[in-house]
């Protein structure tokens, strides 16, 4: 008894016990006959089964059904994908991966196009080469930080650096505001907080009383305010940049408050 089944507009499979035969005959698109026909054993066509869907065993007829790419085995295809996407539940179909759903892909902004995504940067910041990190437009920027007895800059690819500010006591916390030009620290020693411009010049007291110990220090740049913290008072204060208008915010339930950060946009 034998199983026959059309699997192309031009080829027909017939099966007869053991082997199996291939035989090609003409269509309405071919003019001759495409070959003879010839019968071959089982075990020298391991990609076609009796019963099976005409073609899902070889990659050489409509792509073994894969929508990307088609790799053969000895026990059939084997569907991938493209780089972007990714395989489907059924093993054939391939489905686009939102890269910008995902961390690290992109420094700041990201937009997801087929099979691949586009990085994007926000006002004052330019893409750099590799297409995916943003960099801050204006002069090149440095490090500023607090070696107790002096104010160092360092550029963050070079390991030289420049002294800033010198014949300090005992400087701890650290910050600076841009747009003015100004670097503020805390001294611990004296219990004082100063500034000065970025050239290391101008250096002024603007808190002088009421410290103990002022570890932490944070500028506001976008609201003009100071802020700092005091593990010896225990206490969170803020004041304008010049020391004026000072407040106290916190100091129910603190205990040796040092560092602190800020959120100028969340106020």
Known sequence: MSLSFFCFSNIRYLFVLHLVCVYCFNSPLSVDSCCVGHCMLLTYAPFLHVGSEPGAGSCNIQNGGCVHKCRQSRHGVHCSCHAGYHL???????????????????????????????????????????????????????????????????????????????????????????????????????DRIAHATLNGNASTEIISTGLESPGGLGVDWIHEKLYWTDSGTSRLEVAELDGSRRKLLLWRNLEKPRAIALHPLEG
Do not use: M
């Not at 893409?127 to 930080?145: I, T």
């Not at 963050?156 to 910050?175: F, H, M």
């Open 88 to 190: 489907t539940a059924n093993g054939k179909d391939c489905q686009d991966v939102d890269e910008c759903v995902e961390e690290g892909h992109c420094s700041q902004g990201c937009t997801n196009t087929a099979g691949s995504f586009e990085c994007r940067c926000e006002q004052g910041y330019v893409l750099r080469p590799d297409k995916k990190g943003c960099k801050a437009l204006g002069p090149e920027p440095v490090l500023l930080f607090a070696n107790r007895i002096d104010i160092r800059r360092v550029l963050p690819y070079r390991s030289e650096y420049t002294l800033l500010l010198n014949n300090l006591e005992n400087a701890i916390a650290l910050d600076f505001h841009h747009k003015r030009a100004l670097v503020f620290w805390s001294d611990v020693t004296l």
